[in-house]
């Protein structure tokens, strides 16, 4: 039997109907006739192209290298554009913000896949590099910027601590291994250099982080935020979840500097993650529920990344202005409804384009208060 690939959904998989009826299917493309029973392509689209990387019908990593990128930004366009559509929204729709379309990921993550994968398309070549060397299981977070990178490795059977010495010695560019042992982490190596670089401050003097998954587009995010917050006049803003540090260094602080035993004081931390004053405007960060509950007045609220229970609570105070900054698609839809629902229109939207060969991207939605 054979089936039209109708559209992408938001994990990027083709969608297809028959008198069968509905089917989901992994490294297609809209317009491509698929043959159900071997799932080869009877008629590729026209936009089809090799991808460029060995692994990629195995990894599940990314969903859609087999295009060219200016196509990659047409699908995700029309994806937006079918969501809004359906609920009756007329927003103003601002262009996808570009990255490159490879090497441009600061943060390499194998825990998802049961491959020995050696090299990435999507990561710095730093990463690769330290990729060839390491076992198969981990995590590498770092900064291509500062040449610092920190691996966190599940923990496997048989693996001494020899072994993680020796790979600590291996590459230069690896600052530090966190060993995650179920529930627990432990820094093997680079315990030491990292309470240097901390408290020397010598990470928090960068504005933007270096250790953000695609810093070219979160420099580009946070310029964008402010011009907007800025154009508007804001002045007191609220910002739940101000997470615009390093989410790098709170993995550190999370994983290995915050225990008493490191002798790490609380007071340093709370010193370090002061925010910074990007916005020239008055920002807090605050628990959420408590606030809408006192009712306090307020230009902005800005949710980052926000649960979705998080949305509804704005039923409980009348926010005029809000904007909502998401990076999980499968929200978007439950969000929209939920602001139309509470009365607020949608009255600009701005797609990042985080995540090249991947069915996936980053959105600031802008709401007012009819």
Same mark, same amino acid.
């Given at each position: 039997m054979f089936v039209r690939i109708k559209k992408l959904n938001e994990f990027g998989e083709g969608i297809a109907y028959s008198s069968r009826g509905k089917f989901k299917l992994k490294h297609v493309l809209p317009g491509? +006739?698929?043959?159900? &029973?071997?799932?080869?392509?009877? &008629?590729?689209?026209?936009?089809? +192209?090799l991808p460029n990387c060995k692994f990629y019908y195995h990894c599940n990593g990314c969903s859609i290298q087999i295009t060219s990128y200016e196509y990659q930004?047409?699908?995700k366009t029309k994806f937006l554009n079918s969501v809004l559509n359906k609920l009756k929204l007329n927003p103003i729709f601002e262009t996808f913000e570009k990255s490159r379309p490879f090497n441009y990921l600061n +943060?390499?993550?194998?825990n998802y896949y049961n491959l020995k994968v050696d090299n990435c398309p999507l990561v710095y070549q730093e990463i690769n590099e330290i990729l060839s060397i390491l076992p198969n299981s981990l995590i590498i977070k770092g900064s291509q910027k500062l040449k610092n990178f920190l691996v966190y490795i599940e923990h496997q059977k048989g693996l001494s601590v020899n072994y993680l010495k020796e790979i600590y010695n291996l590459n230069e560019n690896i600052s530090g291994i966190i060993l995650k042992e179920k529930n627990n982490n432990r820094v093997i190596y680079g315990n030491i250099y990292y309470k240097e670089k901390i408290l020397?401050?010598?990470i928090k003097i960068n504005l933007f982080s270096d250790f953000e998954k695609n810093v070219e587009i979160f420099e580009k995010k946070i310029n964008f935020l402010r011009n907007l917050i800025s154009s508007n006049g804001f002045k007191n803003i609220i910002m739940y979840k101000a997470e615009f540090y390093p989410l790098f260094l709170f993995d550190i602080v999370k994983y290995s500097l915050c225990s008493e035993r490191n002798g790490y004081n609380r007071s340093d931390l709370e010193e370090l993650f002061k925010i910074y004053d990007v916005f020239n405007c008055e920002i807090l960060s605050v628990r959420l529920k408590t606030l809408i509950e006192t009712n306090e007045e307020f230009d902005l609220l800005v949710l980052n990344k926000p649960f979705i229970k998080n #949305?509804?609570?704005?039923?409980?105070n009348k926010i005029k202005n809000v904007i +909502?900054?998401?990076?999980?698609?499968?929200?978007?839809? &439950?969000?929209?409804?939920?602001?139309?629902?509470?009365?607020?229109e949608l009255v600009l939207l701005k797609p990042f384009d985080s995540y090249p060969q991947i069915f996936n991207f980053d959105? #600031?939605?802008f709401f007012i208060r009819k």
């Open positions: 491509e +006739i698929v043959n159900l &029973k071997d799932l080869t392509i009877k &008629k590729p689209s026209k936009h089809r +192209i930004i047409q699908l +943060i390499y993550d194998k020397s401050k010598i #949305v509804q609570l704005l039923q409980l +909502i900054i998401i990076e999980n698609l499968r929200k978007l839809n &439950k969000i929209l409804k939920i602001m139309k629902n509470f009365d607020y959105l #600031v939605l």
